[in-house]
């Protein structure tokens, strides 16, 4: 999502929007050769452990760590790239969640932890409400948001994920 958007803004100009992702994840790996990089390359999940690269990015960077099927693998080197192209290049980097799964939650929390900004987008799904509802739990001075609970918290939790252990 965020790579069709950068690409709708940046239609006449370069910027790199860059995918990072775990190389066991990319479905059609044995089809990623220089000759035929202009096939269907998005980021829709069809199977459990398999995703496609997104077009719309302009630069990858796979992240080998020898798993196959199990997304997470790219998340200490994405922050720590993420960190060292701020530094060197003076480049802004701030993580966006829209909707993502357990990773999403680990990359976000990399990112609080390297102390690099994240947008949460509320109401579009997944990680993203998880993470919302946590922040306005704990942040929000608004009445709206003064029945917000720990109870509902987990109960949000399991709704997103499924049946978690306690």
Do not use: W
């Amino acid at each position: 999502l965020v790579g069709t958007l950068m690409a709708d803004l940046n239609k006449d100009s370069f910027v790199p929007v860059i995918g990072i992702a775990t190389y066991g994840v990319i479905k059609g790996l044995s089809a990623m050769d220089a000759d035929r990089l202009d096939e269907r390359l998005d980021i829709i999940c069809h199977k459990q452990g398999q995703a496609y690269l997104n077009r719309d990015h302009n630069l990858f960077v796979l992240v080998d760590d020898g798993s196959k099927g199990k997304y997470g693998g790219e998340i200490d080197f994405r922050a720590a790239f993420e960190q060292e192209a701020s530094l060197d290049f003076n480049a802004p980097v701030v993580t966006i969640v829209i909707q993502g799964g357990p990773g999403t939650l680990q990359q976000a929390h990399e990112s609080v932890r390297k102390r690099l900004p994240i947008v949460v987008i509320d109401g579009s799904g997944k990680a993203a409400d998880l993470l919302a509802y946590a922040y306005y739990y704990l942040h929000s001075p608004l009445a709206s948001h003064a029945s917000l609970t720990p109870d509902g918290l987990r109960a949000k939790l399991k709704h997103v994920f499924g049946q978690m252990d306690e």
